[in-house]
């Protein structure tokens, strides 16, 4: 094969590696890039949501007379058929349940016209309260209880025992574009303009409730603005806009309020943790139990798989864990960034925290003479194990050796000042995709994958790897995502898309690279002729003999001597058995200072540092940001987000942005992210891991181990807030 002037290909100007802007940036910052609820079409009607006000009951009375009566108003549509939304349309699981919606030609005459819809229901016993005593907890489908070894004797006999409860409130996504939907109807195919993190897997799911075939749907979704998983699944709005537009034949627009939000796309479900470990008197593990449940909707169950990341990080010969679903009267959880891993590793790396304290060793220093030599999980050899590199990095960027491990010695005036840590890691998820590039006779090139981009880059990176697989320059590569009639790609999520469509973007460049010098190698007329594939390189456009450079040509001179406006290779990447043969994760390692004002109750952070094994970096910049906005993340879940719910009828009582909080700049201080250097080759032919998720892993955890270190005061219970301060 021709050399691909590859990533870290020496004496190359290799995209990859290079700390380019956003290729899209510029379409964002002049307000060009067009959001899911920014199209405009002609005759388009705007929806609205009425949502119900009790959390379980049945639906005695629904009266529209006032509402169809108001100005501008088209349609109320209510009792849709069976099976078009995942609960009957008269039988009320949750507050905020969608039971009519409202079409009219305006916006705010939809929004009058909503309240005016009367109501009433035949109410049934609901709970909506997870610590309820008449909560109940049940097993889930999709994560069996484990075990290896006897860790019950084990705990028994452990000459030093933990055994503690954490607590973490639920976590609602907040990112700035609402859901949105504009759907339009064309004969029998429908084209949706949404706001999502699948576009194919959001065509299959509105075609199969709308009894269309999945072909005569098509989903459009070129920008997202934030999602953080709540634009993973497809929710009612999505499909309900589909069917208003098809019952009224005309495009219909639905977008929900902040309100609706809270829900109607999906949270990070309230959690309850028992953690108990055991240890020799050198530190050396012997034991985990971990014992965890969390609330879930019961029209659809989410499981969080809390109890996966806990018993693999760690080398301990006995292992009990167990998740248990509470079925509640609330609506559906979903992801949310770092789902189920973040929860995992406030609970293990505060306990892995507490018990470097009781021995008086040091954190990092525990956890380094427990590191496993495979994984214990699988028994399977890791293609790489970086913790020990993050550790060495981030602590001395940080500045760990300077740290008291007395707690309450560090002090700054009135401020108590304290140093944590924790370790992060996440699964490298790949799947299968498909990637189609085209090298065009002007020596442009434009790939495509169904993929999408909500924030981290992702039309950055497919760019810099489909350009230095071809040999051109960034500014001659165009990356299409957002279409789900482009080819194949995976759910937007679990921090796999990178290494999923990368590759798939890779593979077809490389592809179709190989098929051009193929044709010119053989062809008479072309200075190539004559040589192997594997003696031409491609860089900057130019193809030439290595050792040769006089014999040399341009993609655009080969088109153009057979007549041809283009050429094409469509490729499918999957990551085969390897995930059989290694276990491959991504690692960082988090360190936070925070200051404690006592009298206050306040909880600062003042930096957080973090160093990660992310294999090879496509985009130090944009990794950088994506490092940052995980840690952002974290500080809103360590100390500031808060659902508050009235069980009474199950409302979120601050479904809004002034009272639900998250970080604003104030609460954002130094934060700084590196990246050890290396590639992991085992994993994918680019050898990259996930990060997306990862950055958000360690964080909470080493915020409340800096907040022990600084007040002496142990936090379980997430967000930390001044009245646990001061119990």
């Not at 009266?63 to 609960?87: C, K, S």
């Not at 507050?95 to 009058?112: C, M, R, Y």
């Not at 998820?429 to 790939?447: E, K, P, S, Y």
């Not at 593979?507 to 594997?534: F, I, Y």
């Amino acid at each position: 094969m021709a050399d691909p002037a590859g990533p870290d290909a020496p004496g190359t100007d290799a995209a990859v590696g290079q700390p380019l802007s956003r290729v899209d940036g510029r379409l964002k910052v002049t307000g060009r890039a067009t959001y899911a609820a920014e199209h405009h079409l002609p005759d388009l009607l705007h929806a609205v949501l009425v949502t119900s006000t009790v959390s379980r009951g049945t639906i005695t009375r629904l009266a529209t007379d006032r509402a169809e009566a108001a100005p501008g108003v088209q349609r109320v549509l209510a009792h849709w058929p069976a099976g078009v939304l995942p609960f009957a349309a008269d039988e009320v699981s949750f507050f905020g349940q969608p039971i009519a919606v409202v079409v009219a030609t305006e916006l705010e005459q939809a929004e009058h016209a909503a309240a005016l819809v009367e109501v009433s229901y035949a109410a049934h016993p609901a709970l909506t309260d997870l610590d309820a005593p008449t909560a109940t907890r049940e097993p889930g489908e999709e994560t069996p209880d484990y075990r290896r070894g006897d860790p019950d004797t084990a705990l028994r006999t452990a000459p030093v025992l933990l055994d503690r409860s954490f607590t973490i409130a639920r976590e609602h996504h907040n990112p700035m574009e609402l859901p949105s939907t504009i759907a339009r109807w064309d004969g029998g195919r429908l084209t949706l303009w949404d706001k999502t993190q699948w576009v194919q897997g959001t065509a299959n799911s509105v075609a199969r409730a709308l009894g269309v075939p999945v072909g005569d749907v098509r989903v459009l979704c070129p920008f997202l603005g934030g999602a953080f998983g709540s634009a993973g699944l497809t929710w009612p709005h999505q499909i309900l806009a589909a069917y208003a537009a098809r019952e009224l034949g005309r495009p219909v627009k639905l977008v929900l309020s902040r309100r609706q939000m809270y829900s109607g796309v999906g949270y990070r479900p309230a959690s309850r943790q028992r953690m108990a470990l055991g240890a020799g008197p050198d530190g050396r593990l012997t034991a985990l139990v971990h014992e965890a449940y969390h609330e879930s909707s019961r029209y659809q169950p989410f499981e969080d798989g809390i109890i996966e990341l806990p018993r693999m990080v760690y080398r301990i010969p006995h292992v009990r864990a167990q998740l248990r679903l509470v079925p509640l009267d609330v609506p559906a959880a979903t992801f949310m960034r770092g789902p189920g891993a973040v929860t995992a590793t406030f609970a293990l790396e505060s306990m892995m925290d507490e018990l470097a304290h009781e021995l008086r060793l040091d954190p990092i220093e525990l956890r380094l003479q427990n590191e496993p030599a495979f994984d214990q999980v699988t028994g399977l050899p890791f293609t790489n194990r970086g913790l020990e590199q993050c550790y060495r990095l981030g602590g001395e960027t940080f500045g760990w050796a300077r740290r008291n491990p007395t707690p309450r010695a560090n002090r700054e005036g009135e401020l108590l000042i304290g140093l944590g840590m924790a370790a992060a890691v996440h699964h490298n998820n790949r799947t299968a995709a498909t990637a189609l590039a085209t090298i065009n006779a002007d020596g442009t090139a434009v790939v495509a994958s169904a993929t999408a981009d909500m924030g981290p880059g992702t039309y950055t990176a497919m760019t810099q790897i489909a350009a230095d697989a071809l040999g051109l320059p960034v500014g001659r590569v165009t990356f299409l995502l957002g279409d789900s009639a482009l080819p194949r790609a995976p759910m937007h999520s679990g921090s796999k898309t990178l290494a999923s469509v990368g590759s798939a973007v890779f593979t077809a460049c490389t592809s179709l690279r190989d098929s051009v010098v193929r044709t010119a190698v053989v062809d008479p007329a072309s200075p190539l002729h004559g040589a192997t594939p594997d003696q031409v390189s491609v860089r900057g456009g130019l193809l030439s003999v290595t050792g040769a450079p006089a014999r040399a040509e341009t993609y655009q001179r080969i088109l153009a001597r057979r007549g041809r406006d283009s050429m094409a290779s469509q490729q499918s990447w999957a990551p085969g058995d390897v995930d059989k043969r290694l276990s491959s994760y991504a690692y960082g390692a988090v360190f936070a200072e925070v200051s404690v004002d006592e009298r206050l109750g306040l909880v600062r952070v003042r930096r957080i540092c973090t160093a990660y094994d992310v294999g090879r970096v496509v985009s130090p910049k944009l990794a950088h940001s994506q490092a940052l906005s995980g840690m952002v993340a974290g500080i809103g879940m360590a100390l500031l987000e808060n659902t508050v719910r009235d069980h009474r009828d199950g409302r979120v009582v601050n479904a809004n942005l002034a009272d639900y909080l998250v970080p604003v700049h104030a609460d954002v201080p130094e934060l700084d992210a590196l990246f050890v250097a290396g590639a992991d080759p085992e994993a994918d032919p680019i050898a990259v891991k996930g990060l997306g998720e990862l950055v958000i892993v360690g964080v909470p955890a080493a915020i409340a181990n800096a907040v022990f270190n600084a007040t002496g005061r142990r936090v379980r219970d997430l967000p930390i807030t001044l009245d646990k301060l001061q119990r």
